[in-house]
Nanobody, 123 residues
Framework: QVQLKESGGGSVQPGGSLRLSCAASGATDHCVAWFRQAPGKEREGVAGFYTRTGSTKYIDSVKGRFTISQDNANQTVYLEMNNLEPEDSAMYYC??????????????????WGKGTLVIISS
C-alpha cells in the first residue's frame, strides 16, 4: 500500500527557499512527482523523479531553481525550491505512479496522491 505525506510548506518572501518533503512509504517501485495547484488554476506537474533510471523532469518555469531528489533509506522524496517567486504560490502535492505519466508530469496515470502542503510566496 502506497502512502504519501507532504511536509515543509510555509510562507517566505520572494527570493527565499523552501524544501518540501514527501514521505513515500511503499512507493519504491513507482515514479514520484510533485504537482501544484494555485487557486483558480489547473493542477500542473512541477518535477518528477524515477529511481530506477535516475531520470528527472522539470517544467520550464522551475528549471535551475527547483531540484527533486530521493533518499531511498527513508523513502522520502524532496523538492528543493530556491529563488522562489510569487507565481510559485500554490498547494503542492506529491504523487506516485507509472514512469510515463510521472516523467511527462501528467496527472493521468498518477495513482497515489498526498493531501498537499501549502506554499505562499509574498512580501
Amino acid at each position: 500500500q502506497v502512502q504519501l505525506k507532504e511536509s515543509g510548506g510555509g510562507s517566505v518572501q520572494p527570493g527565499g527557499s523552501l524544501r518540501l518533503s514527501c514521505a513515500a512509504s511503499g512507493a519504491t517501485d513507482h515514479c514520484v512527482a510533485w504537482f501544484r495547484q494555485a487557486p483558480g488554476k489547473e493542477r500542473e506537474g512541477v518535477a518528477g523523479f524515477y529511481t530506477r533510471t535516475g531520470s528527472t523532469k522539470y517544467i520550464d518555469s522551475v528549471k535551475g531553481r527547483f531540484t527533486i531528489s530521493q533518499d531511498n533509506a527513508n523513502q522520502t522524496v524532496y523538492l528543493e525550491m530556491n529563488n522562489l517567486e510569487p507565481e510559485d504560490s500554490a498547494m503542492y502535492y506529491c504523487a506516485a505512479g507509472g514512469p510515463w505519466s510521472c516523467l511527462q508530469l501528467e496527472t493521468y496515470g498518477m495513482d497515489y496522491w498526498g493531501k498537499g502542503t501549502l506554499v505562499i510566496i509574498s512580501s
